[in-house]
């Protein structure tokens, strides 16, 4: 295992959104902490052998904050916190969904360059409170409603770097 990480039981092969990855349990004590925060003891917590297999090491995240807005709204917050989203890139100036029309395109985020590729299907965790780890919006059920695709419920797009650079919050984020 890389990092160190201890882990328990055979690698077996599971499916990781529309992917077959081999992974291995990791310690009980963190898949219960998992299920006691989200109140569901079917939960298994598993790491993949080899991270390129969980979406590659040069994959970075992109939502817009128009689009948390508009989600927010339609469960009846008027602020939603994005940082449930773990996005690496988040866009302040666009349109609802805006980054959804950008697949396949380049983008300059400071020095760094990014493809947009793939919308990005979301799990159970952005159901949770940032700070509490609750489970405090129904972020999964409200995206059934209106960014379902096949089993996969789509919320912000994925983006490989192309090129490595300095990104800063507050950088302008450019198609180019």
Known sequence: M???SESFGESRTVKLYDREVPARRVDPLFTEAIRTA?????LELLRVDE???AGGI????????????????RGGVDRLDSRRFRMLIEI??????EEDTWAG???RV????VTVGDPMPRCVVTTLNPDTAKKDFPTLDIL????????????GMYGEVEVAGDVRVGDAVEPI
Do not use: H
């Not at 989200?38 to 079917?42: E, L, Q, W």
């Not at 302040?92 to 969904?97: K, R, Y």
């Open 2 to 4: 890389r990092g160190g």
């Open 38 to 42: 989200t109140r569901d003891d079917k």
């Open 51 to 53: 991270p390129e297999y």
């Open 58 to 73: 040069d994959r970075v995240s992109i939502v817009s904050r128009a689009s948390v807005d508009d989600l927010g709204s």
């Open 92 to 97: 302040v100036d666009a349109e609802p969904f």
């Open 105 to 107: 395109r380049r983008i």
């Open 110 to 113: 400071g020095d760094a360059v």
């Open 144 to 155: 059934a409603s209106y960014r379902k695709r096949g089993t996969e419920l789509l919320f």
